[in-house]
């Protein structure tokens, strides 16, 4: 047996000790970790080593060579692909099909493949289909709209009379593929699947949105007179994110809130009263005490909110022993505050505001020239 092979056998807890350690750090790192690879990370390619490095030193190589460039994919702050976080359940039956690497071609080689029909059962189950509906597992999106288009090619041909598995394309005219805004894949599927890029047909999307139009796809399909084809079914893409719907909505929000203030404000202003005594004028005693109660309670929820996110800031720049310890402190510095009283610290308050509009200023121009790192697009 090779040397390092029986090395790495037999010292197999031990290079699992360390790979577990790894990630347990990367994982509660994870919102630490850069969204981007640094550019100034130079990778040169290395020399084979002829008799190999075993494991150990592999795992240690990757670590001083490649560890620098893994970014946060798995993170809050990832934007580049929808590919979302892996659970711990779903990261535990990932390291469990690494370690018991089962043949799942055939059902009576192993139970593994038991695990993918309980699985499409439940799902079948959790989205109320049919009993005698069918699936299968495929490696990524992409692959899922492969499968997917060979599906509807072969529907396709079924209703033309032909059996695609033995014919071919040759037998058939173009299919016609319809959507509004396909995904890149669909477009790579098709040149894959040898239907071509060229047959794809866009429809109309609604208006100010990137979403099929519903009415524009009807009016194509009678078009066809029975003709059949298929349909990439869109209801938008995630790079919109409805943006200008959701600035529209925040601006309503904030002028609708602002004119409320005003309002208040005049009263406050005519009557000589704190906004919760002009309440009175309105809502009676007992109103004002159901708005004052309201107001406690929110002044409360947001100080909190605010402590959390302070402390969280806080330990990203020094851990002194985590969010709790810092959130202690931020409460102990706002009960001295209450104590003191704003109106004794008139002069701090000024600072400490122009100091957060500067750190604020200084902020967005990190966090935007963050942003503009070329997004990488799948084609």
């Known amino acids: 047996m090779d040397k390092n092979l029986e090395n790495d056998l037999t010292n197999i807890n031990i290079l699992l000790e360390k790979v577990k350690n790894y990630s347990f750090d990367f994982l509660e790192n994870i919102n630490k970790i850069p969204a981007f690879p640094d550019r100034s990370n130079v990778y040169s390619p290395s020399q084979l080593n002829k008799n190999g490095l075993g494991g150990e030193n592999t795992l240690e190589e990757f670590m001083q060579r490649f560890y620098k460039g893994i970014v946060s994919s798995g993170g809050s702050r990832y934007f580049g692909f929808v590919t979302g976080g892996a659970t711990p359940a779903a990261l535990m039956g ?72 033995l014919d071919g394309l040759y037998s058939i005219p173009p299919i016609q593929i319809v959507s509004a805004t396909p995904h890149s894949s669909i477009l790579k599927v098709m040149s894959m699947l040898g239907m071509g890029r060229n047959h794809m047909n866009y429809i109309p999307t609604i208006a100010g949105r990137e979403a099929i139009d519903i009415e524009a796809l009807e009016n194509y399909l009678k078009q066809l007179n029975g003709e059949p084809c298929i349909i990439v079914a869109n209801a938008g893409t995630v790079n919109t994110v409805g943006f200008s719907k959701g600035i529209a909505a925040i601006l309503l929000g904030h002028l609708i809130g602002c004119v409320l203030l005003y309002l208040a404000g005049i009263i406050g202003a005519k009557t000589e009263r704190s906004a919760m005594e002009t309440v009175k004028i309105s809502f009676g005693k007992y109103g004002s005490v159901l708005f004052s109660s309201l107001n406690v309670l929110q002044l409360v929820g947001w100080t909190a909110v605010m402590i959390a996110a302070g402390a969280t800031a806080a330990n990203s720049v020094l851990n002194i022993g985590g969010g709790r310890v810092w959130s202690l402190i931020i409460g102990a510095l706002i009960i001295v505050w209450i104590l003191i009283g704003i109106k004794s610290l008139g002069k701090i308050n000024i600072v400490a505001m122009s100091g957060l509009f500067i750190l604020t200023i200084v902020m967005s121009i990190v966090v935007f020239r963050g942003a503009s790192a070329p997004f990488q697009k799948e084609g």
């Not at 390291?95 to 089962?102: A, G, H, I, K, R």
């Not at 029909?117 to 509906?133: A, R, S």
């Open 94 to 165: 990932d390291w469990l099909v690494s370690t018991f690497d089962q043949n799942a071609t055939a059902c009576d080689h192993s139970s593994a493949a038991k695990i993918e029909e309980e699985t499409i059962n439940l799902l079948k189950q959790l989205f109320g289909l049919p009993e005698q509906f069918s699936g299968a597992f495929v490696t990524g999106a992409t692959m899922a709209n492969f499968v997917g288009l060979a599906i509807g090619r072969q529907w396709v041909a079924n209703q033309l009379g032909i059996h695609l598995s």
